[in-house]
């Protein structure tokens, strides 16, 4: 018994689609970047938003369309991982319609069809996906703290970074702000996702995929 169905055709050819949009925009950014200023590795590649809709990528391109678990465990753990990447994702877009997109900050993606894509289109789709396809195991809201694992990581590293090299990929994580509004600012993040991770477990439960035999 696998513990869920295959995703549908449709399912398996958005996600090629999409993937390879993430990756054509990564690319395109990167290409027009290095046309007019050297490529600070590190720092086009530590923006969450570039971070983020790779991962996504990767589980599109790799782990979704692999062969589904044989076993409980490993379904779990793949449908927590999908979970993690979709929280990521649409926090990504909510961060982008809030606090970046209103003071005209481009969050590191300065090709506009590519911002589009990474900012827009990925959250948008990523927490469609999420909810159409039930090719996923039904997780328990005590899980949830794994979706902050990555971020926790992530955050420890710019703070790092902002106090040393001064590097901030956003303009709230800047330590010129002080160190309170940056603590708040990342008490805010991790709040937000707690509350849409739940929120994407809770639709796992909710709309639970019907186990193939």
Do not use: K
Request: hydrophobic content about 55%; some cysteine.
């Amino acid at each position: 018994m696998t513990p869920y169905p295959a995703p549908p055709v449709a399912a398996r050819v958005l996600r090629v689609v999409v993937a390879l949009a993430v990756v054509a925009a990564v690319v395109a950014t990167v290409v027009d970047i290095s046309s007019r200023t050297t490529l600070q590795f590190f720092n086009f590649f530590g923006f969450f938003t570039v971070q983020s809709n790779l991962l996504l990528a990767a589980v599109y391109l790799v782990i979704t369309p692999a062969a589904r678990p044989r076993s409980a465990r490993a379904a779990e753990l793949l449908s927590l991982v999908r979970a993690s990447v979709a929280t990521y994702i649409v926090i990504v877009g909510v961060v982008y319609g809030l606090l970046l997109a209103p003071l005209g900050e481009a969050g590191g993606v300065p090709v506009p069809w590519a911002n589009t894509v990474l900012h827009i289109v990925t959250p948008v789709y990523g927490l469609l996906d999420w909810i159409v396809f039930r090719d996923r195991s039904p997780l328990a809201a005590r899980r949830v703290w794994v979706v902050l694992l990555y971020p926790l990581v992530w955050l420890v590293v710019v703070l790092v970074r902002g106090a040393t090299d001064g590097w901030v990929p956003y303009p709230f994580l800047d330590p010129a702000n002080g160190y309170g509004s940056v603590a708040v600012v990342c008490v805010g993040i991790l709040l937000a996702l707690l509350v849409v991770g739940s929120l994407v477990f809770a639709v796992s439960r909710s709309h639970p995929a019907t186990p193939s035999h």
